[in-house]
């Protein structure tokens, strides 16, 4: 009896020190690694791609926001960017629900902050939002970019706002 225990521990411990088995799955887990990095690689690839088509200034507001939908005030959020003086600028802002974007200066974002009445520049709505602003010829000025969510619930709100030269 002594002897088949010693010989069943014994074969158990050859077959996990030897690792039968186990080549497949290391060598699996490396293609599945090296395919992932090739995905990020290519994606990285095609993103650089895009910047350099683009012939648009420089990013001035690369963020994701947070609201939470039906509960006001918490359901807006808003980003703050400078315009300079003889430039445009592109707001970009995708959401999973639907979102009212309004462009504002930065004293009608504080204004709409606390209950009172404000002058918007622009507005939108949808959950793919892109809004182009002109060249601005008067001296240099700070603008909000403020998302209202509609519905319920939490929603993801990201900005990104590029200047037009």
């Known amino acids: 009896m002594k002897r088949i225990t010693f010989l069943g521990i014994l074969i158990i411990a050859l077959f996990l020190v030897s690792g039968f088995g186990c080549s497949k799955q290391k060598e699996s887990a490396e293609n599945i690694i090296d395919e992932t990095q090739a995905d990020q690689i290519e994606k990285s690839e ?10 648009e200034g420089r990013v001035l507001v690369d963020r994701v926001r947070y609201a939470q939908a039906g509960n006001p005030p918490f359901d807006f959020t ?6 300079k003086s003889g430039n ?5 802002v995708n959401s999973d629900k639907d979102v009212k974007v309004e462009i504002m200066t930065d004293k009608d974002c504080i204004l709409k902050g606390q209950g009172d009445k404000y002058n918007i520049i622009s507005e939108d709505e949808g959950k793919e939002i892109i809004i182009m602003g002109e060249k601005y010829e008067g ?21 990104k706002v590029t200047e037009l030269v």
């Open 46 to 55: 095609t993103i650089i791609d895009e910047l350099k088509e683009l012939n």
């Open 78 to 83: 808003n980003v703050v960017f400078h315009q």
């Open 88 to 92: 445009g600028y592109k707001v970009e």
């Open 139 to 159: 001296e240099n000025r700070n603008l909000c970019a403020g998302a209202t969510a509609a519905g319920n619930g939490q929603v993801e709100i990201k900005f």
